[in-house]
């Protein structure tokens, strides 16, 4: 069963505005780390946020954690055509297993 | 620097049939692991291993093997491909022992197709 959920599965915008994904998941976590993905290609790393950490920055990324709600959402500014990919959240917990989430679709519309 | 590098690229295999994925990193990471990832399931833990010599089993581990000799190479054998085994495989990498909590490096995919 996956760990991570992303909602919602898929996400039109048009290009300038905001794009928010959430992430919930199960069991306690030592981070969490979104990565994204265009099409026909390996999943890159964006950025992570520690259990202790409740936000963080990188460019036009925010990320969020409530681990009272055991959540994450990822915050894209100001998108991008480029920004279209699909986007996952990814969890550890004890061990050494990183557990991804479902994805959601971000199509970007200019 | 190449990253992690995936071979082929491309796949199609008949039922029963076994082959081997190849991954290949350059970056000196202790932590490699693969993933398979189908429509509406996301990535699935196959196999991970935390250095050379040391693996151990993911999420869906049956109907594959694998073997870490090198800190290099961590290729997947699929022992008799099934039509269940279509999917595109990813393999990661990343620095560290505790290499779950670091960000991963994935190479680009293989396609493979099960007749």
């Known amino acids: 069963s996956q760990q991570g959920e992303e909602d919602p599965q898929a996400l039109s915008i048009q290009e300038g505005e905001n794009a928010t994904m959430n992430c919930s998941y199960k069991?306690?976590?030592?981070?969490l780390q979104w990565y994204r993905q265009n099409s026909g290609r390996g999943l890159v790393h964006l950025i992570l946020?520690?259990?202790?950490?409740r936000e963080k920055h990188s460019g036009r990324l925010r990320v969020t954690l409530d681990t009272s709600k055991k959540s994450s959402s990822l915050l894209i500014t100001a998108s991008r055509a480029a920004d279209t990919a699909s986007y996952f959240c990814?969890?550890?917990?004890?061990?050494?297993?990183?557990?991804f989430g479902e994805g959601t679709q971000l199509t970007v519309n200019p | 620097n190449a990253g992690v590098t995936q071979t082929p690229k491309f796949q199609v295999l008949k039922t029963g049939q076994s082959m081997t994925l190849q991954c290949a990193q350059d970056?000196?990471?202790?932590?490699m692991s693969w993933y398979r990832q189908d429509p509406g399931m996301g990535l699935r833990l196959i196999h991970y291993?935390?250095?050379?010599?040391?693996?151990d089993q993911g999420e869906v581990p049956n109907g594959y093997n694998v073997s870490r000799s090198t800190t290099e190479d961590f290729p997947l054998r699929l022992l008799s491909a099934a039509p269940s085994q279509t999917s595109v495989y990813f393999c990661?990498?990343?620095?560290?022992?505790?290499?779950?909590?670091?960000?991963?490096?994935f190479g680009d995919g293989t396609r493979l197709s099960i007749l």
């Open positions: 990661a990498s990343s620095k560290g022992y505790g290499g779950s909590n670091q960000p991963q490096h």
């Open positions: 069991t306690s976590i030592n981070n």
């Open positions: 946020i520690r259990s202790n950490e």
């Open positions: 990814a969890t550890t917990t004890s061990g050494s297993r990183l557990t």
């Open positions: 970056m000196n990471h202790e932590y």
């Open positions: 291993s935390v250095g050379a010599g040391i693996t």
